[in-house]
């Protein structure tokens, strides 16, 4: 990777709990960090970020440092998550992504036949078009100067793909899903593409000093069970397969979390995918998750974001019950999908400070 890069000069970490509990490990209290920690919910986001172009600031790996540290100033998360975006990929590929103010990521031109997939770039050097996010990871590793572990991640290849065919968000994903049903081997030959592209990414991110990976399939949700056997399952497998045996040369261990969010029936089988971490939204009951999964991977989640709105007596009394369902070891706290924009930062203190407080405590029992 150059540069930075290399372990040995990398400021020793001091608080490994997160790392400990997702390989199962007993610690001293749950660990927890928050999807969209680094996000507009903080004043001081806002204000780094005003006048300036999304993507341009994913470019700058001094403003994607800078945006990554700010919630670790305020609150005693047990992890950081570096600042970027999953469609960094698409783009990588040649297409153009813009963020719309008020309207959110905009393909100008997505994929609308096939014969698109002739537009994307087949081979893409991650170094070349993605070595801006490498760098913000070295730096931040840096600048972070040991306090916790860092985490790198990626939009799992259905996610993107959703993306790339809708031009934007959706909430019936019909065009994408139109793919699936008259053009499933084109699906799986851009899937194809987009597994290539990630598995070198995540890579290119733990050379550059990632901790651990997070693989975002967030548009689980829109698939039923036999859609998602066939065209996101064998991927997400053969993301954490592929990116785990090259690591292994190495001699590295890092681990690897998925979260499919709405994918709750496809839990058991996430919990065989070679993924230390499976991921919950809020839409599952802890102790079933625990159940389904059979221990054989560490659970993350599944806070409901929008219990954050409730007073913190109550914050309190929801993380405690949570814990409670989960058990405190193989666990790692964490809200069911990301932060909201409204969201009042004491509240999310609150959660952090709560999860703390009450795993010692039931620890200790």
């Not at 029936?265 to 070679?274: A, I, K, P, R, T």
Request: glycine share 10%; charged share 25%.
């Amino acid at each position: 990777m150059g540069g930075l890069g290399g372990e040995k000069h990398f400021p020793k970490l001091k608080n490994d709990t997160f790392l400990c509990a997702c390989h199962g490990q007993e610690t001293n209290h749950v660990p927890v960090w928050c999807m969209r920690q680094a996000g507009r919910y903080l004043p001081e986001f806002r204000e780094f970020r005003a006048g300036k172009d999304f993507f341009e600031t994913c470019r700058s790996p001094a403003a994607c440092c800078e945006l990554t540290l700010q919630p670790l100033r305020r609150f005693p998360f047990d992890a950081a998550i570096i600042f970027s975006d999953i469609l960094v990929i698409p783009q990588a590929m040649g297409m153009d992504v813009q963020m719309v103010a008020g309207k959110g990521p905009t393909f100008p031109e997505p994929l609308k036949e096939p014969e698109d997939l002739l537009l994307l770039q087949p081979k893409v050097d991650v170094n070349k078009e993605l070595g801006y996010v490498f760098k913000a990871i070295t730096l931040t590793r840096h600048k972070l100067d040991g306090k916790v572990p860092l985490i790198g991640f990626t939009g799992a290849p259905w996610t993107l793909m959703a993306y790339m065919i809708e031009g934007g968000g959706s909430t019936t994903h019909s065009k994408a899903k139109r793919w699936l049903y008259r053009h499933p081997e084109a699906s799986h030959k851009l899937l194809k593409m987009l597994t290539d592209v990630i598995v070198e990414y995540l890579l290119g991110q733990v050379a550059a000093g990632a901790q651990a990976l997070q693989v975002f399939e967030s548009h689980a949700g829109c698939l039923g069970p036999v859609e998602f056997q066939e065209f996101s399952l064998p991927y997400l497998r053969d993301i954490a397969r592929k990116v785990k045996d090259q690591l292994k040369e190495s001699g590295q261990d890092v681990p690897m979390i998925v979260f499919a969010k709405d994918g709750h029936y496809g839990l058991e089988d996430l919990s065989q995918s070679h993924y230390e971490v499976v991921g919950l939204d809020w839409t599952i009951d802890p102790r079933s998750a625990r159940e389904r999964t059979g221990g054989k991977v560490s659970l993350q989640g599944n806070m409901d974001p929008c219990a954050l709105y409730a007073p913190k007596e109550r914050i309190s009394e929801i993380v405690k019950k949570m814990l409670e369902g989960f058990g405190t070891r193989g666990y790692i706290a964490n809200l069911g999908h990301g932060l909201y924009p409204d969201m009042d930062p004491e509240n999310v203190g609150a959660f952090v400070e709560a999860v703390h407080t009450h795993s010692r405590h039931l620890n200790l029992k």
